[in-house]
């Protein structure tokens, strides 16, 4: 059982920046994201990155947030810059199973380990 725990959450301004931080209890060879939630909303993918480094940023977030993975510290980062009011929301860290399901990396039902969350709130 893998255990994910999300950091760097809080409060910023517009334009801000915030890096949140997502440390997983083992290493799992497997895909990993970000996904967020905002209120009254459906949970959304952000990012996604593979143990070979290739990662995907969805289109809203492209040229503002960065992925990244550092497997000797089984830690995973999402740079925020340039922040909008609609980032607003609960961001959580995923990781995939080798031994489960797999719907591509934008279909948060490939993920079989979840974080608890980390609230980001962006003022305009």
């Known amino acids: 059982q893998v255990q994910l725990v999300e950091s760097g959450g809080g409060s910023v301004q517009a334009g801000g920046s915030l890096r949140l931080s997502c440390e997983y209890s083992?290493?799992?060879?497997?895909?990993m994201a970000w996904f967020r939630q905002a209120a009254g909303k459906e949970r959304e993918v952000v990012a996604t990155?593979?143990?070979?480094?290739?990662?995907y940023h969805v289109d809203s977030v492209q040229g503002r947030f960065t992925i990244s993975r550092d497997d000797v510290k089984n830690t995973m980062y999402l740079q925020m810059d340039s922040l909008k009011a609609e980032d607003t929301g609960m961001y959580y860290c995923?990781?995939?199973?080798?031994?489960?399901?797999?719907?591509?990396?934008?279909?948060?039902?490939?993920?079989?380990?979840w974080g608890q969350g980390t609230q980001v709130t962006v003022s305009s």
């Open positions: 083992e290493y799992t060879n497997s895909a």
């Open positions: 995923a990781a995939s199973s080798n031994g489960g399901e797999w719907y591509g990396p934008l279909n948060s039902a490939s993920y079989t380990y």
């Open positions: 990155i593979f143990p070979n480094g290739a990662r």
